[in-house]
T-cell receptor, first 111, second 114 residues
Framework: DGGITQSPKYLFRKEGQNVTLSCEQN?????MYWYRQDPGQGLRLIYY???????QKGDIAEGYSVSREKKESFPLTVTSAQKNPTAFYLC??????????FGNGTRLTVT | AQSVTQLGSHVSVSEGALVLLRCNYS??????LFWYVQYPNQGLQLLLK??????LVKGINGFEAEFKKSETSFHLTKPSAHMSDAAEYFC????????????FGSGTQLTVLP
């Protein structure tokens, strides 16, 4: 079955450490996205990539970084510069003008 | 830029009762509208979408939504709630078909009472 795999499902880190969240898709979609979800809020766009080796900042990119070296993969690094990193992170993909297809998320807790 | 308002962060209904989840958007152009459902600790799953054409849109699991341009609304309904409908529901709007321009509402948690 085609889909998006996010790993790990739960991640715990100490404050001051960088951490990388994995996102892999086998849907052959060109575009990939990272969203952050906090309780009582909608999804906020962190970064997106429409083609390999290119990505753009979303609405809340500060403290995050991404890479898109392969079509299938779009890892997100949460850096120590992110002031409130504890959240649920969702990766998504889409083809042009098609709805988003989401992974099952990674819950990051930083203490 | 779009804004999306979901009235009621929590809605409770009895099993078998009508489900009505409200969504209003602000836009000066014809919108693309979506409803997604999220079960605990999972990603979002598309319920239905409106792009053009018929204003009453049918989705999965017996849900439907009606686009009302005059009211800038896209409320989600289901005639008879089932226990399995308990989840969080998100409305989203965009001014084009590009997911990059999608704005999400803050979500409505639906509880179904036995």
């Amino acid at each position: 079955d085609g889909g998006i795999t996010q790993s790990p499902k739960y991640l715990f880190r100490k404050e001051g450490q960088n951490v990388t969240l994995s996102c892999e898709q086998n849907l052959n979609h060109d575009a990939m996205y990272w969203y952050r979800q906090d309780p009582g809020q909608g999804l906020r766009l962190i970064y997106y990539s429409q083609i390999v080796n290119d990505f753009q900042k979303g609405d809340i990119a500060e403290g995050y970084s991404v890479s898109r070296e392969k079509k299938e993969s779009f890892p997100l690094t949460v850096t120590s510069a992110q002031k409130n990193p504890t959240a649920f992170y969702l990766c998504a993909s889409s083809q042009e003008h098609s709805p988003l297809h989401f992974g099952n998320g990674t819950r990051l807790t930083v203490t | 830029a779009q804004s999306v308002t979901q009235l009621g962060s929590h809605v409770s209904v009895s099993e078998g009762a009508l489900v009505l989840l409200r969504c209003n958007y602000s836009s000066s152009v014809p919108p693309y509208l979506f409803w997604y459902v999220q079960y605990p600790n999972q990603g979002l799953q598309l319920l239905l979408k409106y792009t053009t054409g018929a204003t009453l849109v049918k989705g999965i699991n017996g849900f439907e939504a009606e686009f009302k341009k005059s009211e800038t609304s896209f409320h989600l309904t289901k005639p008879s709630a089932h226990m399995s409908d308990a989840a969080e529901y998100f409305c989203a709007a965009g001014s084009s078909g590009s997911a990059r321009q999608l704005t999400f509402g803050s979500g409505t948690q639906l509880t179904v009472l036995p």
